[in-house]
T-cell receptor, first 115, second 119 residues
Framework: DTEVTQTPKHLVMGMTNKKSLKCEQHMGHRAMYWYKQKAKKPPELMFVYSYEKLSINESVPSRFSPECPNSSLLNLHLHALQPEDSALYLC??????????????FGSGTRLTVV | AQKVTQAQTEISVVEKEDVTLDCVYETRDTTYYLFWYKQPPSGELVFLIRRNSFDEQNEISGRYSWNFQKSTSSFNFTITASQVVDSAVYFCALSEALHRNHGTGKLIFGQGTTLQVKP
């Protein structure tokens, strides 16, 4: 299995809702990432988990809460989002948290719309 | 500071034409990695190539080729005999050898080049 699977593919939520994005990989990768991508912009790093521990938080607002229950799963819990948070949320994984690996594998993303 | 510049915002070609996508990077690291990713309309980022800073050999993979020149800090990507299926956004990215104290390779993306290949 050489894929990163993200669910759901599309999500529409209200500003008072609580929802979660899920990411799963079975490649034995020990680093997992959340990226946010606005339309016509490059992806921007949000969080990095390395060996199930949060190693990087790029000053992301607390309404985004990541969780790594085990080495194969990565969640992003959403609460009280704003319309400007509407974006494509991409999950990625790599062998470990160093650069000495053969690239990152990205999922196909969750297109989030906040209404 | 690390930076990746893709000066071409949009390129339009007719099928079977060759096209080159430019990428210029800035970094103070002596060890770094460069990537190219393809993003079709479906959204997934598809890995195309990784090159480390010590390997300046050009690479060819089918219709794709890459020209890495450290002297000009460039890592250009050429598609030969383009096809409609090549239409996508292409990102060049740089990975830091170490991210501050975390030892994690953060990916820094260029702004992307939208390639449209017309039949």
């Amino acid at each position: 299995d050489t894929e990163v699977t993200q669910t759901p593919k599309h999500l529409v939520m209200g500003m008072t809702n609580k929802k979660s994005l899920k990411c799963e990989q079975h490649m034995g990768h020990r680093a997992m990432y959340w990226y946010k991508q606005k339309a016509k912009k490059p992806p921007e790093l949000m969080f990095v988990y390395s060996y199930e521990k949060l190693s990087i938080n790029e000053s992301v607002p607390s309404r985004f809460s990541p969780e790594c229950p085990n080495s194969s799963l990565l969640n992003l819990h959403l609460h009280a989002l704003q319309p400007e948070d509407s974006a494509l949320y991409l999950c990625a994984s790599s062998q470990d948290g160093t650069v000495n690996h053969y690239g990152y594998t990205f999922g196909s993303g969750t297109r989030l719309t906040v209404v | 500071a690390q930076k990746v510049t893709q000066a071409q915002t949009e390129i339009s070609v007719v099928e079977k034409e060759d096209v080159t996508l430019d990428c210029v990077y800035e970094t103070r690291d002596t060890t770094y990695y460069l990537f190219w990713y393809k993003q079709p309309p479906s959204g997934e980022l598809v890995f195309l190539i990784r090159r480390n800073s010590f390997d300046e050999q050009n690479e060819i993979s089918g219709r794709y080729s890459w020209n890495f020149q450290k002297s000009t800090s460039s890592f250009n990507f050429t598609i030969t005999a383009s096809q409609v299926v090549d239409s996508a956004v292409y990102f060049c990215a740089l990975s830091e050898a170490l991210h501050r104290n975390h030892g994690t390779g953060k990916l820094i993306f260029g702004q992307g080049t939208t390639l449209q290949v017309k039949p």
